[in-house]
């Protein structure tokens, strides 16, 4: 799906400024009706600004209310409350001057119509027919151009929706699961592509389940649950939000008494053993393992810096999905399909 505009041509300019504001939400609040339960807020006091350049990371468990803040995003709903502007303007008006852009998970191609067709129809719709073949190239299209949609996988119409919002140029592009059906060499493609687009400058916000998409791409990572943001920061940062490094190792010695050690041991916030291995974790990594390389007399010591899957859980309660699934029936998470919206805005 992409929304576009057929009346209002964008105008020439290169990309916004690095740290040019591009996206401000403030205290975002959308109420849904939901059957059987009354009101609902989908999305409950969320602030948030996007700046030019960034690479950002939406994140949250299946019903966190990612998708109806994308929509919010996109002006494809109002929120009930709170205010929220892109590119100094309503978020409608920025994608109808094709500032904005989206893959999203709903929305249908034309299945009758060829790829290049389909590509060719909505270019001259943006008024953008001499950037056709550049996104056939980018979406790596060219090949089964004269393929009916009909007849293309799942992930090949993610690619041809991807080749759709880049028809515009846009300067913000938000995709929603983008990877949905694709295999494994296609997500990497996928990504190598969106790698060299945003170091053209080109501001993006992706969301999904899958945290090593999240983890090797994105800058900076929101993370949203039940409605509300648990974190905002750099990804690193992110992923730093939980109890610490772990460090691992193997003794020869006692392990019970080793254990029992190390869990006395300040800075030291758990400690388990399977066979005569051992794992800690602690805040000070570097303490650890000099002492187990000499008071201790472990071996195959082993750090691990924390993950992105381990603040998912400890900040959202949720378990989290760590790859994507190749299928062309997945079921998009969309508040909509299961709650009544009732005119409520």
């Known amino acids: 799906m992409i929304m576009m505009n057929t009346t209002r041509r964008r105008q020439n300019h290169g990309r916004s400024p690095t740290g040019e504001q ?16 009354g009101r609902f807020n989908a999305v409950d006091g969320v602030s948030f600004t996007i700046h030019a350049g960034e690479v950002l990371a939406l994140l949250g468990p299946n019903g966190a209310g990612k998708t109806t803040a994308i929509d919010m995003m996109l002006g494809l709903t109002e929120p009930t409350s709170g205010r929220i502007t892109s590119f100094g303007t309503t978020p409608r008006r920025a994608v109808q001057n094709g500032r904005s852009s989206a893959v999203l998970q709903t929305g249908g191609l034309l299945h009758d119509m060829t790829v290049n067709e389909v590509i060719d129809v909505i270019a001259s719709l ?19 151009g004269k393929q009916k949609i009909s007849k293309c996988s799942g992930g090949e119409q993610q690619r041809i929706k991807f080749a759709l919002a880049l028809l515009p140029d846009p300067d913000l592009l938000v995709l929603d699961e983008p990877t949905t059906g694709m295999d494994v060499n296609a997500r990497r493609a996928f990504w190598d592509t969106m790698k060299r687009d945003a170091e053209s400058g080109r501001t993006i916000i992706f969301a999904t389940h899958y945290l090593e998409e999240a983890q090797d791409f994105a800058q900076r990572i929101v993370l949203i649950s039940d409605g509300q943001i648990r974190a905002n920061g750099p990804t690193h940062e992110v992923q730093a939000m939980t109890s610490g490094r772990t460090v691992s190792f193997t003794v020869d010695a006692d392990a019970d008494a080793v254990v029992s050690s190390l869990a006395q041991e300040p800075g030291v916030t758990a400690v388990t053993r399977n066979g005569n291995r051992i794992q800690g974790t602690t805040a000070d990594s570097d303490a650890l393992v000099v002492q187990i390389l000499g008071q201790i007399g472990g071996r195959d010591v082993e750090v691990t810096a924390p993950s992105l899957e381990n603040a998912f859980v400890a900040l959202t309660g949720h378990q989290a999905q760590t790859g994507p699934q190749a299928s062309t029936g997945n079921q998009p998470e969309s508040e909509a399909t299961t709650i009544d919206a009732d005119g409520v805005r």
């Open 126 to 144: 943006h008024r953008s027919s001499g950037r056709a073949g550049h996104v056939k190239e980018l979406a790596e299209l060219t090949r089964i």
């Open 22 to 37: 591009v996206l401000e939400a403030v205290d975002l609040i959308k109420t849904f009706q939901v059957r059987g339960r």
